[in-house]
């Protein structure tokens, strides 16, 4: 095409320049393209070197391509030219329609700046035409504008090009040829980018969906062969917390087929007494220890952890529960706990539960103050049934507390409709007036000292065990016996009056001194019982001390040759 004169052009020119765009629209990478670009103008325009600047996502342009010396493209590829210095000379020279030529009267002010650019040497044009060392020409590549406009897109890259084989200036055919073929460039380019970040993407996806199938591969690996129990339950909608996948430790720990586990929700199998800790446990981090029923009808203790699992980013949550089996560790801390609070000798709650027992039913508030309850009474019968907690007291938040209670009505506050215990007025000598309390018999063995010192510690060992059977079985359900210490036990009943404390300690002590077995003798104690009696205002140790001070004076009050049974 060099060679030729214009408007003559030979078909195999265009020819060469119809195969070489068609090269670039089928290069395989971005990189492929970018070179065939450098490469086509080499081959179809007839300049001897070429340059494809390439811009970056940060808008400064790179050399990403170099064709005609390898020389030149091992010293500027890969440099870069900064956008602004870019586009300065995009806007100075002369525009040829598309195409920017800066002759080299103008371009010596280019040579400090810091777009990457490289020198010929050649001896000084003889005619207008011809063209010079230093001449520089520049084919800026956009992207295609919208459909149907006359704007252009985004700039792509600029083509530089130098030193034309037949050493003149390109002619109107020339700078048509090179504006066309930048124009095609930027559509091969463009597609090519497209294309690349397609292949990104899909590989991405790809390795996504793997990342995710091997996820949920392990997921199902983990949630079956758990060594504990895992469920998965719906969350919210009618169907909440009904089980929708169970393991087969879960399936194990309970004696429920997996197909049986389906028709269940956990609130379906917990204890009645652990339903309000199920439901106060929250779906995200939730933690409880709770039973869960077995197939058998049997409990177990398990520990419950929940966490919220999406189906998808935006699809149905669901909830995920590990159940683990702490039955072992739940009875070793109920031996503990009763160890801890029992006898180790006769069973009996000890001294330290008698007195946790005693707390329990007793406020700070005084007998004389207990009138208030009638406030209370009143409040109940207009708001509803009260709340009552374990240790006796009741609580009503239905009405304003200024309304029925003074500031000072004791630790529980104003909402308190604690049932205060009270005690028959009566002096123990004076008539029963019918009234009900709770009763705190304190028992002391008589010759129990003298079986130790005869017979031994085992002797004495069987006596007690024997003595504590003796009194479990003489009461009711809900009284409480308890040793306090050595031969020393006290009986707490609730809703006695002074005849039925004082019939009760008779009865107690016709069971104690009946003949007991020890060490292969039969052997006899004696008891002496104080009858003392609970009231709030009083502390637990108050109460004990009263029902010990009548124990003493009933135990001085008989001969002491009465005080033994034999």
């Not at 439901?279 to 398990?302: F, I, M, P, Q």
């Not at 005693?358 to 309850?373: N, T």
Request: hydrophobic letters at 40%.
């Amino acid at each position: 095409m060099e060679t030729e004169s214009e408007p003559y052009v030979r078909l195999a020119s265009l020819r060469q320049l119809h195969q070489v765009m068609a090269d670039m629209n089928t290069a395989r990478s971005l990189a492929d393209t970018l070179q065939t670009v450098a490469d086509g103008v080499v081959a179809a325009l007839g300049y001897e070197l070429a340059c494809v600047n390439l811009v970056r996502p940060d808008g400064d342009l790179v050399v990403a391509a170099f064709s005609g010396n390898q020389a030149a493209e091992a010293l500027i590829t890969g440099r870069t030219g900064s956008r602004a210095s870019w586009d300065r000379r995009l806007g100075m020279g002369r525009q040829w329609g598309g195409l920017v030529f800066i002759p080299h009267s103008e371009g010596w002010v280019l040579d400090d700046d810091d777009v990457p650019q490289w020198y010929t040497d050649g001896p000084a044009p003889r005619f207008e035409d011809e063209w010079h060392p230093s001449d520089r020409l520049f084919a800026p590549m956009y992207a295609p504008g919208p459909p149907g406009g006359t704007s252009s897109g985004e700039l792509v890259g600029v083509l530089s090009v130098d030193r034309p084989r037949n050493g003149r200036l390109p002619g109107a055919w020339g700078r048509e040829a090179l504006q066309m073929y930048a124009f095609q460039a930027a559509i091969a380019i463009t597609n090519a980018r497209l294309r690349s970040n397609m292949q990104r993407a899909l590989i991405r996806l790809e390795r996504d969906q793997q990342a995710l199938r091997a996820s949920e591969e392990s997921f199902r690996q983990a949630f079956e062969y758990a060594p504990s129990g895992m469920a998965i339950a719906e969350m919210g909608g009618d169907q909440h917390g009904r089980i929708l996948r169970t393991n087969d430790a879960l399936c194990r720990l309970l004696g429920r087929p997996a197909s049986a586990m389906r028709r269940y929700a956990f609130s379906d199998l917990v204890h009645p007494e652990d339903i309000g800790t199920l439901l106060r446990t929250s779906a995200e981090g939730g933690r409880a220890e709770l039973r869960l029923g077995r197939r058998d009808g049997s409990y177990v203790w398990v520990s419950l952890r929940n966490s919220v699992v999406a189906d998808a980013a935006d699809g149905p949550r669901f909830l995920l529960t590990h159940v683990e089996d702490i039955e072992e560790r739940k009875r070793r801390e109920l031996q503990l706990a009763h160890r801890a609070s029992h006898d180790s000798l006769t069973g009996l709650p000890n001294s330290a539960e008698l007195r946790a027992r005693l707390a329990a039913r007793l406020c700070r508030r005084p007998q004389a103050a207990a009138g208030h309850a009638a406030v209370a009474d009143a409040m109940d019968a207009a708001y509803g049934h009260p709340v009552i907690d374990s240790g006796g007291h009741t609580y009503d938040f239905s009405a304003p507390p200024d309304d029925f209670a003074p500031a000072a009505a004791g630790p529980y506050g104003a909402f308190d409709h604690h049932e205060h215990v009270t005690a028959p007025e009566d002096g123990p000598d004076g008539p029963d007036d019918g009234a009900k309390g709770l009763a705190v018999l304190f028992c002391d063995l008589d010759g129990f000292k003298s079986i130790n010192d005869r017979f031994g510690h085992n002797a004495g060992d069987a006596v007690l065990i024997e003595v504590a059977r003796r009194l479990s079985g003489g009461l009711r359900d809900g009284d409480t016996v308890a040793r306090l210490g050595g031969d020393e036990f006290v009986v707490l009943a609730d809703g006695l009056g002074r005849a039925d404390a004082a019939d009760l300690a008779v009865r107690l002590r016709n069971e104690i001194i009946q003949p007991i077995r020890a060490e292969g003798r039969a052997v006899r104690v004696g008891a002496s019982f104080g009858i003392g009696w609970a009231h709030c205002g009083m502390t637990a140790d108050e109460v004990l001390k009263s029902a010990d001070e009548r124990m003493y004076v009933e135990k001085r009050s008989r001969p002491k040759q009465h005080r033994r049974a034999g």
